[in-house]
């Protein structure tokens, strides 16, 4: 499975400021994505980082609070805009691991954030 | 809206029983499934993966899958105290959702000695 890192790995950041979190991957993948995992809950998929257009959002989530970078095959950018409290979560981007004809998928460490 | 339910817990099981987690999806067109373990503080591990009728093996662990019912489970023989994490069953739709995983909520296991 291809290698995962995420930086930062943890911040504590005043409510209207606005954080971006970086997602590298040790080998080029088809398709990245970025979630959501607020305290206690699930994880939610906010957003699909499509290399060289726009990320497509699911329902709830939008560009401007969320805008999404995804440069080349290897990286993406998530920032988390005009923070609140209630962004606080961790933020945990994930990339695809084709075996064969079948998909997986493989997350990386995540990205714990404390909005005061 | 498409959804994934896991069985409420917490899931309390001695060492060295069998642990059975289970999860139910409203999509019937979805295509592949996951088992994800997510310890305390970490981000979640794939465990196993099923994409077709049946039970696929792989060490203690035991996916069974069921489209007919919309049902996926997971079963741990041998249940060790290291296995004791909060288990996510992840749904994909497939076609135009390729890759979009649905997660329920998760099932917290403990595992006592």
């Known amino acids: 499975s291809a290698v995962i890192s995420q930086k930062p790995s943890r911040d504590i950041c005043q409510r209207g400021t606005s954080l971006t979190i970086q997602c590298q991957v040790d080998?080029?993948?088809?398709?990245m994505f970025w979630y959501r995992q607020q305290p206690g809950q699930s994880l939610t998929l906010i957003a699909t980082?499509?290399?060289?257009?726009?990320?497509?959002?699911e329902s709830g989530f939008v560009i401007d609070k969320f805008p999404i970078s995804r440069p080349n095959l290897t990286f993406s950018t998530l920032t988390v805009s005009n923070m609140s409290p209630e962004d606080s979560s961790i933020y945990l981007c994930?990339?695809?691991?084709?075996?064969?004809?079948?998909?997986?998928?493989?997350f990386g460490p995540g990205t714990r954030l404390l909005v005061l | 809206q498409k959804e994934v339910e896991q069985n409420s817990g917490p899931l309390s099981v001695p060492e060295g029983a069998i642990a059975s987690l289970n999860c139910t999806y409203s999509?019937?067109?979805?295509?592949?499934f996951f088992w994800y373990r997510q310890y305390s503080g970490k981000s979640p591990e794939l465990i196993m993966s099923i994409y077709s009728n049946g039970d696929k093996e792989d060490g203690r662990f035991t996916a069974q899958l069921n489209k007919a019912s919309q049902y996926v489970s997971l079963l741990i023989r041998d249940s060790q105290p290291s296995d004791s994490a909060t288990y996510l069953c992840a749904v994909n739709a497939g076609g135009t959702s390729y890759g979009k995983l649905t997660f329920g909520q998760g099932t917290i296991l403990t595992v006592h000695p």
């Open positions: 980082a499509n290399q060289g257009s726009e990320a497509t959002y």
């Open positions: 999509d019937r067109g979805s295509q592949s």
């Open positions: 080998s080029q993948v088809t398709m």
């Open positions: 994930s990339v695809d691991g084709e075996r064969g004809l079948q998909e997986t998928q493989y």
